[in-house]
């Protein structure tokens, strides 16, 4: 008999089987003990089966394989706790609930246990993996502990939050009349009196505890000190008591949570009041900023079945440059002075990337490289971008208010923008049909406007540009859309998020022009990667193609001084 955990591969859990055979099968049919969705599980994926020796994995042949402890398998064993069995997008551990034998039993006259499926090496090897059971099992149950900690923790700060409340109620404070400062004051001063009244267990610290009630009373609850952290960059509540962060491009489980539902609604309001946005049933989606700048998005019931969840994206609060980028590892310093030159000499930009690659920032960077003598009009959906020049107007798009009346699109702001006198227009995101727009901006006397939009290649970013102005409701045929493109479109800037977390800038190319159906392509910087370290860290170098951009020629001709050396193959890192 033993048992079964099986986790995504993101690390959430999906379940614990028993298996009360000797036998149990793992598939996409019905008929299956463990039975996983999804397009990369068979029906009788594998098979898990225990013996005298202990737990075996083998696979039945199927589509896409196993893998244990990330190298494919066709069988394996046995199995202890620490073997990761990956199958498709999931994570499964075994441990038998049989008693275990000592390893004195293991051994006979000092001689390893052979069998034809995995050999023993040594004593010490099989000693080693005993003390990592061991201490996975102490450290499985630490969590528990842990869990149940935070649970004891929860109740206290939820129990001290409603006398708050009551005492509040009962002395009739008027919150409104009331500062910040005025309000965490008094607020602190009536929680001391009531956790001095209350029994507080031992474990839990008495100053930790006020300043939680106090933050999830007027400000953000335990968001607050994930705000604090300067090395966290994002921030997913998926329910109260489920709080992610991002830290160094990998994400972990925050140890502390919000009371209930209510709690974090209450911090979802605190953050899209003061900026004239709602959340209700009526609208349950919301795109809103913080002080600072950072990116908030919040969904309710009943879009989100687990309870209310927060999306905060933070904003760097350090004004970046290309050379913090390369510093980074994000470029090499011949691709930032290529796109310095690029931004100075008007050429329309897209950056094109995924969800989280780091748009946004490489936007912000490459557009305080336009010159304090020129006007500048951003528009956007959820103010972000940070420029620094002297002639700018920022615009935010509207939404609709509590009669679906009164939303102001971008694609309205990009049409009154060009109404404004820009020199250049910057568009945070092309979402839709304001991508005609935008390309018809830079088509008319606009050069030097910069753009992002989500895509994965600048192939696709073309595609992607072609998909956005069929939004726009205008019946136009493919060929004028891509001349549109080609004509408007100088270069694409191609930013990836890697599996370690690290975003660089993979691609940048030149549109050359259109050849019968198809826009031209020349690739001027890519990255090469080369493999993986150690640690798991991407490995690779910068790279110049050889080729030299259109523009680049036409500058020389122009006499503009201009460094050509950038675009030699041999310049890399």
Known sequence: MFNVIVSTTKGTKVGEFQCIHSECYVGKDNGQLIQLRGF??????ATLSQNDIGIFVSD????TGLKVNDEKQTQFGPLSLIDKLQIGDYIIRVQSSDPSPSISETYKNDEPCVTDINIVDSEETEINSFEKKTMLSRDVIASDELIQRIKVRNECRRKVHRELLKLMDLRRVNVSE???????TQSSKLIKQIIASMSIPAEIEVNSLIKEVLDETIGLGPLESLIADPDVTEIMVNSHDQIFYEKGGNLFLSDIAFSDDQAVLGAIE?????????????SPMVDARLKDGSRVNAVIPPLALKGPCITIRKFMQKRLSCNDLVNFGAMNQPMAAFLEMAVKQKRNIVISGGTGSGKTTLLNVLSNFIPDNERIVTVEDAAELQLYQPNLVSLEA??????????????DLVKNCLRMRPDRVVIGECRGGEALDM???????????????????????????????????????????????TSAVDIIVQQSRFSDGS???????????????????SEIFKFQQTGFDTEGKIEGFYTATGTVPEFYEQLQKQGVKIKLDIFNTGSRK
């Open 60 to 63: 039945n042949q199927s589509r």
């Open 439 to 485: 390309l018809q901006a830079m088509n008319t006397g606009h050069d030097g406007s910069l753009t992002t939009a989500h895509s994965n290649s600048p192939r696709d970013c073309i595609s992607r540009l072609e998909v956005m102005v069929m939004m726009a409701g205008m019946d136009l045929p493919i060929l004028a859309i891509r001349e549109q493109i």
């Open 40 to 45: 990369k599980v068979s029906k009788h994926h």
């Open 398 to 411: 509207r939404p609709p208010n509590q009669e679906g009346k009164g939303a102001v699109e971008i694609r």
């Open 503 to 521: 975003r660089r800038v993979t691609s940048i190319c030149e549109l050359t022009g259109l050849e019968g159906s198809v826009v031209q392509l």
């Open 178 to 184: 009331m500062s910040d400062d005025e309000l965490r």
């Open 270 to 282: 605190r953050i899209v009041t003061p900026i004239g946005r709602r959340i209700d049933e009526s």
